[in-house]
């Protein structure tokens, strides 16, 4: 899918908050580096250079650019999400026929219409500050992805889509032209 961001926790093996955020990115499945700040000097610049007082703040967790200090474990997951969507999962909601990802209570959609037991994908939209971060292609993959669980075929009007589905073959099976 899209690239995952790297994720640095820095901190000292004998912290029990360090620990406690160890815990909580295991949990997360995702890779993380480890950085411990007391055992190694440059870990510990690294760290530093993060904080304009050039404290040794820990733990700090980065995730790509975003600096997260001490957080909660809801902003860890608020931030965890919002920066890497491919772990969020997709929303059926047959009702009001479209697909939506929840990131941190705004959504990603695509709408649909169905006809000849064929969705027809005719709208994609992610809010607008967070577009540019790979959300749009997850929500197409995903989408294409629960189409194929569910056993539907696709037609793709929006251009959006289109633009993701000719990228790669492996979506030929369930699209129509």
Known sequence: MNRIPTIKLYGAAGCHKTNYYKILLDKTELPYQFLDVEKNKDHAEEL?????????????ITIGEKKLRNPYKEDLEKWLNKLIPSRL???HDKE?????LDINGENAKIDYQLRDNKMYLIHSEVPYHLRGRGIGKVLVEKTLEQLTNECYKAVVVCSYIKAVVSRSEKWNKIIEY
């Open 48 to 60: 530093r250079n993060l904080y304009e007082n050039r404290k040794l703040n820990f733990p700090t």
């Open 89 to 91: 999962d997709i929303i």
């Open 96 to 100: 009001n026929k479209r697909f939506t």
